[in-house]
């Protein structure tokens, strides 16, 4: 379905406040020297360790995090306020860009945009403009994320009269209502294929005016795209595919948490881990 994304009040300030920094030991990447070649290579990476401290430091631990991060386990951050400029601009060069990016409508009219790195389950995060907010985040999916959809959604789905012409969609409508009710944290998503289903543009129309337009929208782009938005509904997604003219070739609306295709898995967090290991060695020896 495609819907916008609204402007409500309350949660960036919140966002905010929960940021954390996190604090490590860069003697972590330290071992004996075994040669002249290896004591000199140690020596070149203090030299830029130096050069950089707080960006070092920084992603040391989001590889050391990486590492130990589970699906579905709490999301660690790493606030980017104390870095130079020079050290902002090298995360982004190591770190680059992903194929997943979005923006999560919040309070004042304040959007949070997100983008994942070229190692999956490692987030950049930035929250408004001038000043911006801005923090690297490890995990499935940044926790602003769930937040949003959390906070910012109605529990309650009311099932108005539809327009005269509707075929099908009071069914549809009841059944993603109960769903949605008894959905928990933990269960399997349920999902509903529109694209089988004998839908009017009229039954899509107020389908989607039933469900109203969520605080969430991700954008995914590998092979083919998709489209991954929160509805006004909580604990309910429109997940859409398309193929490379943008056109939809698969619309679905699936009822649980964040839909498993924008989530890093335990086997990305292991592969990123390793990854980010060789670029900072790479980058520092």
């Known amino acids: 379905m495609k819907t ?3 402007v409500v009040s309350g949660v960036a300030d919140r966002a905010a406040r929960d940021f954390t920094t996190k604090s490590g030991c860069l003697d972590a990447f330290y071992r004996p020297a075994t040669s002249a070649l290896v004591k000199r290579a140690w020596r070149d990476w203090d030299e830029r360790a130096r050069k950089h401290p707080n960006a070092t430091l920084l992603l040391s631990n989001a590889a050391a995090a990486v590492g130990r991060q589970r699906s579905g386990a709490p ?3 790493y606030d980017l306020a104390y870095l130079s400029d020079a050290e902002r601009k090298l995360i982004d060069e190591l770190l680059g860009e992903g194929e997943v990016t979005g923006v999560v409508a919040l309070p004042d009219g304040c959007l949070a945009q997100i983008r ?4 999956a389950g490692i987030w950049r995060v930035r929250i408004g403009n001038e ?3 801005e923090y690297v985040e490890v995990g499935g999916v940044p926790q ?3 937040r949003a959809v959390n906070d910012l959604t109605s529990v309650d789905l009311v099932i108005g009269t539809p327009p005269h012409g509707a075929m099908n969609v009071q069914p549809v409508l009841a059944e993603i209502r109960e769903r949605a009710r008894v959905w928990r944290c933990g ?8 694209t089988l289903l004998p839908m009017s543009t009229i039954d899509l129309t107020f389908l989607q005016q039933s469900l109203g337009n969520g605080p969430v929208q991700l954008m995914l782009r590998g092979y083919g795209a998709c489209r991954v938005q929160a509805t006004g509904t909580r604990n309910v997604w429109s997940v859409q595919f398309f193929n490379s003219r943008d056109n939809i070739i698969l619309d679905t609306l699936e009822i649980g948490g964040v839909p498993i295709v924008a989530l890093a898995a335990d086997e990305d967090f292991q592969d990123s881990a390793e990854r ?3 670029i900072i060695m790479a980058y520092f020896t």
């Open 116 to 119: 994942e790195s070229v190692l």
């Open 4 to 6: 916008a994304i609204p």
């Open 75 to 77: 999301t660690q951050l």
């Open 276 to 278: 980010l290991h060789e």
């Open 131 to 133: 000043p911006a907010s």
């Open 144 to 146: 602003i994320v769930r």
């Open 187 to 194: 269960m399997d998503a349920h999902i509903i294929n529109l």
